[in-house]
């Protein structure tokens, strides 16, 4: 009688309610046996997003391969799926990512045990019932053996696969473990799940997978949602991608299979200031960080300032640290401040800033004034002059040293300001500042305190945002920094 069986589909449900229970009880059993099939070739069923089949194909000119996500896009099956490509050499016909012709060995890292059974494992193997994996990308009857993990239950410590060319190994390693079981191995292919807190883990699996593919240098995949912020890690493949370096960012628009219902549940449940690391997979720093406000609520597009605002540039002067200046215009009418534009500069003499912050002002008439901080009116070793008369007469406009408007200059009432402002929507970020937004993103407190490194444009901004109100003034002829050609060297 299966022969003679309609094609159902999932919209005839009432067809099939309306056939005898016979019919109806073998359809079922078909239906069953079809899903039993197909959870038994998980590999061959998977259709990649163009996305993840570029991060697939990037492999070859890249050993080191980054996947920086959003929560439920999918990353932890991508890089599942070449795990297994990888370990049974069943590569599809179309594959253009890197081939091992013999059976490589691979190390899978998490968070911890119980993480890699939940998570790592399971994509790749399933789960452990009665002796025996079923339900991952890995069929059972490619798991030759597997050595149970002594801690984490239903945990392999090594699992066995066959391999076209022979027994692939799988080893599972926590970031709990430390660096010690990292040491002394030559690896083809390494997977880290989730980025380890102990940065020197990454170091060690680097110089693991150096001889891996039989000298020619193993594949490195980082999949992760970045839950620990701009970290070095994260910095160097965002900031100082360097050759052999890939990353690829993923978000909730690259991912067809979220519908418009499951996005607005799940973004119901997650706090605002984590909202753009979990949809878009861009980092922040949690708890820490000064700003606990989404990048979406601040940001705008790049746009002409009328000739009423008020102008006013900030420079941060840099003594042991980059030089960093900001320009904000307040527009009086709506009581929104704009960040339009940012300079941060290492090495630089007085008269090459002040070029950047003059731009194309001739005259000190149309100069934009220029507010400084505390530490201007020290003096500079080498001349003897105070770092602000340098600036002074290198031709900038200096109208006045920052303070807080109670009079102060410390920094927290300053950061409540712009905090206030950002919330209620009178602080607003032209969306080409890369720079400033690269400082955005790691400026967080330790134990309570604001961490002052790597924080110049940051400051900048504070002086100029709580100055300009006071000190800011319409400049009409030549504007000051050129804000439409932002690529512009001054």
Known sequence: MSALLPRFTNVDIDRVLELPIELRTEILDLLEEKQRRLGLEKLKAFKPYPWQRAYFDAAPNNPERMLMAANQVGKTLTAGVEVAYHATGDYPADWEGVRFDFPPLIWALGVSGEQIRDVIQDVLLGKL????????????????????????????????????????????????????????????????????????????????????????????????????????????????????????????DDAPHLTEEKKAAYLARIPEEQRDMRTKGIPILGSGMVFQVAENRITCDPFEIPPHFKRLCAIDFGIDHPFACVWVAYDPDTDITYVYDNYRVSGATPPTHVARINGANIQ????????????????????????????????????????????????????????????????????????????????HRKDGMIVALDDDIMSATRYASGMVRTHGEPVTAGDPVNQWYPDLDI
């Open 364 to 443: 000190h008439k149309n100069k934009i004034p220029v507010v400084y901080p505390h530490d201007g009116d020290g003096r500079e070793k080498g001349t003897g002059d105070a770092l602000r008369l340098q600036y002074e007469m290198a031709g900038a406009n200096i109208v006045a040293k920052f303070r807080n408007p109670d009079g102060g200059i410390k920094r927290e009432p300053g950061i409540l300001d712009m905090l206030t402002r950002m919330r209620s929507g009178r602080f607003k970020v032209f969306s080409n500042l890369k720079d400033w937004f690269s400082e955005y993103r790691r400026y």
């Open 129 to 252: 019932v009665d002796k025996k994996f079923t339900g991952g990308l890995i069929k059972p009857k490619q798991v030759q053996r597997f050595l149970r993990a002594a801690v984490t239950g239903g945990l392999a410590k090594d699992v066995y696969v066959k391999h076209k060319h022979g027994t692939s190994v799988i080893s599972f390693k926590s970031y709990s473990q430390g660096q010690a079981p990292l040491m002394g191995s030559k690896v083809d292919v390494v997977w880290i799940d989730e980025e380890p807190e102990d940065r020197e883990i990454y170091g060690q699996v680097q110089i693991r997978t150096l001889n891996g593919n039989r000298g020619k240098g193993g594949a490195m995949l980082l999949t992760m949602t970045p839950e620990l912020g701009t970290t070095e890690l994260v910095n160097q493949f965002t900031e100082k991608r360097g050759p052999g370096q890939f990353l690829l960012n993923a978000t909730w």
